[in-house]
């Protein structure tokens, strides 16, 4: 069976850094391409960006180009995004997604929560 | 960047109804289409991809249509449990992009 869990809630004050995780599951993550997805409170869908974790070939979204790193390590199945100084509109959930022709599996998301 | 604009941004209907969701690109994307369902609480669900290819597990009252610019999502007698809200989104050309999204609420 397919599984992407994440890493659990955060609560952070502005400036701190933050790296959350996605650890695949069920098949070979090397091979599959894994997206992250940001939605804030009450709005809806945003790609942030995409990881290759065979190769680490990574694409962000413009958007989001160099507001986070998108890293992962296929020794551990596992992906991460990470921010070097949160600030207060970064508070929402992340989910990763599993992207073939559409993204069929997701993590169960991330409530990162940043607030002084 | 294409733009995926989503229409009607809500909708009102009655259960046992039809309901049509429209999905406009702001240019061709091919059939590189995919709708998504997102309950609250919960991540989105892949119901259609490829444009009119329903995923794994989807029952056959959903169908999508459409190719390029113009993509339809009809969902055919609602039950209860689809009053929630529909993405579309293209992964023809990076970024990806989603619709800003269509609820269908209970009339």
């Known amino acids: 069976e397919v599984q992407l869990v994440q890493s659990g809630a955060e609560v952070k004050e502005p400036g701190e850094s933050l790296k959350i995780s996605c650890k695949g599951s069920?098949?070979?993550?090397?091979?599959?391409?894994v997206a992250w997805v940001r939605q804030m409170p009450g709005k809806g869908l945003e790609w942030m960006g995409i990881?290759?974790?065979?190769?680490?070939?990574?694409r962000y979204s413009p958007s989001f180009q160099g507001q986070v790193t998108i890293s992962a390590d296929k020794s551990i199945s596992t992906a991460y995004v990470q921010w070097s100084s949160l600030k207060a509109s970064d508070t929402a959930i992340y989910f990763c997604?599993?992207?073939?022709?559409?993204?069929?599996?997701w993590g169960q998301g991330t409530l990162v929560t940043v607030s002084s | 960047e294409t733009v995926m604009t989503q229409s009607p941004a809500a909708l009102s209907m009655s259960p046992g109804e039809r309901v049509t969701l429209s999905c406009r690109a702001s240019q061709g994307v091919s059939r590189n289409l995919a709708w998504y369902q997102q309950k609250p609480g919960q991540a989105p669900r892949l119901l259609i991809y490829g444009a009119s290819t329903r995923a794994t597990g989807i029952p056959a009252r959903f169908s999508g249509s459409g190719s390029e610019t113009e993509f339809t999502l009809t969902i055919n007698s609602l039950q209860s449990e689809d009053f929630v809200v529909y993405y579309c989104?293209?992964?023809?050309?990076?970024?990806?992009?989603f619709g800003q999204g269509t609820k269908v609420e209970v009339k």
């Open positions: 069920g098949y070979s993550f090397a091979n599959h391409w």
């Open positions: 997604a599993r992207h073939e022709t559409g993204a069929e599996y």
């Open positions: 989104q293209q992964y023809n050309d990076w970024p990806w992009t």
């Open positions: 990881i290759h974790p065979g190769d680490s070939d990574t």
